[in-house]
């Protein structure tokens, strides 16, 4: 199953209830959700932890709308508009978290 | 001319991901017009409104980060950030490309509490 | 959405004149507004309009008069940096014709 977050990890609990429950499959952040993947951050260690049970993706235009292109935690995967498309059709069922 | 007060605008939120960033910057521009002791304040998600480098081209949407270097024309100098926002964050002052002023919680909350008009957004 | 003809080109204007698309504008577009204003570009008036441009390409937003007039007086001369000199130039507001005739939207917080 592939997961999408779009919210901040560190002003809302929608990452950490799907890395929770999310027992294997891909994980995707965009939109304000990208700040998980970057280093440095409170939510790193968590992150780091689900990198064993679940694939992460952050799509790069987000990391670099907001200047955090050059940040991305080791063990998580870039990808563009394309890479996001080919996670939608590569896994058989979506979830979106709001 | 009327007694001037003092206004602070709170940003807690990330930019682009919702409105709120460019909206709070918008109103802030407008209102420096009326000759107010007007303070910006930067905490939570909001210290990533300052980060450097945004590049929005591939999200299409207004970077309108440069603008917050604007706002010194506007005779908006008084820029507060959280230090613990920042930490929490991974961020530090040579990350931000607006010169702030780094406060504490206890300094932040005592800045709060002698204002006049607190907006929050 | 209204339009404007210049050169033969078509360009996407909104209901006040203001171009829709910054990359729309060159000189010809400049004057083309301007004269729709019934303004004759000078080298004076030239000043403004780059240095709005200018402006707008480093902060992204087009100043507010108050802002622009200290901004030319720092940038021009403070002869340059007032009022009366900018009003004469663009007589229904250094702000709002100005930034029509730089190819920029209205000043934020302009009516």
């Known amino acids: 199953m592939l997961h999408i977050v779009n919210k901040s990890p560190l002003e809302n609990t929608a990452l950490e209830s799907c890395l929770n429950l999310a027992g294997a499959g891909d994980v995707l952040l965009i939109e304000d959700a990208v700040y998980a993947a970057t280093v440095g951050n409170s939510f790193e260690p968590t992150l780091r932890a689900a990198l064993g049970k679940v694939k992460i993706y952050a799509l790069q235009p987000d990391l670099d709308a907001r200047g955090m292109g050059d940040r991305l935690v080791a063990g998580v995967t870039a990808v563009d508009y394309s890479g996001f498309v080919d996670l939608t059709t590569s896994n058989k069922n979506c979830q979106s978290w709001l | 001319m009327s007694e001037v007060k003092k206004f602070m605008f709170v940003n807690r939120k990330a930019p682009y991901g919702t409105i709120y960033a460019l909206e709070a910057l918008e109103v802030v521009l407008i209102t420096a017009a009326f000759d107010q002791d007007v303070s910006l304040v930067f905490l939570d998600d909001g210290v990533f409104q300052l980060k450097k480098g945004q590049q929005t081209k591939g999200i299409e949407i207004k970077n309108f980060s440069p603008t917050y270097r604007a706002l010194e024309g506007y005779d908006v100098e008084k820029l507060y950030v959280l230090k613990e926002s920042m930490d929490?964050?991974?961020?530090?002052?040579?990350?931000?490309?607006?010169?702030?002023?780094?406060?504490?919680?206890?300094?932040?909350?005592?800045?709060?509490?002698?204002?006049?008009?607190?907006?929050?957004? | 959405m209204a339009t404007i003809e210049v050169g033969g080109k078509t360009y996407e204007t909104d209901e006040e004149g203001y171009l829709v698309n910054l990359s729309d504008w060159d000189a010809d577009v400049a004057n083309h507004i301007a004269t729709t204003e019934n303004i004759t570009m000078t080298d004076q008036h030239w000043e403004v309009i780059n240095f709005l441009r200018?402006?707008?390409?480093?902060?992204?937003?087009?100043?507010?008069?108050?802002?622009?007039?200290?901004?030319?007086?720092?940038?021009?001369?403070?002869?340059?940096?007032?009022?009366?000199?900018?009003?004469?130039?663009?007589?229904?507001?250094?702000?709002?014709?100005?930034?029509?005739?730089?190819?920029?939207?209205?000043?934020?917080?302009?009516v």
Do not use: H, N
Not at chain 2, 96 to 110: C, D, K, R
Not at chain 3, 75 to 80: E, F, P, Q, S, V
């Open chain 2, 88 to 121: 929490a964050r991974g961020l530090s002052e040579d990350d931000l490309l607006v010169p702030v002023t780094v406060l504490t919680t206890a300094e932040m909350g005592a800045l709060m509490d002698e204002q006049d008009v607190v907006l929050s957004f």
């Open chain 3, 54 to 110: 200018e402006y707008f390409e480093e902060y992204q937003i087009a100043p507010a008069v108050r802002v622009l007039t200290k901004a030319i007086g720092k940038k021009l001369g403070a002869d340059k940096g007032t009022s009366e000199y900018l009003y004469a130039l663009y007589p229904y507001g250094p702000g709002k014709q100005a930034c029509k005739i730089a190819g920029l939207p209205k000043p934020t917080g302009c």
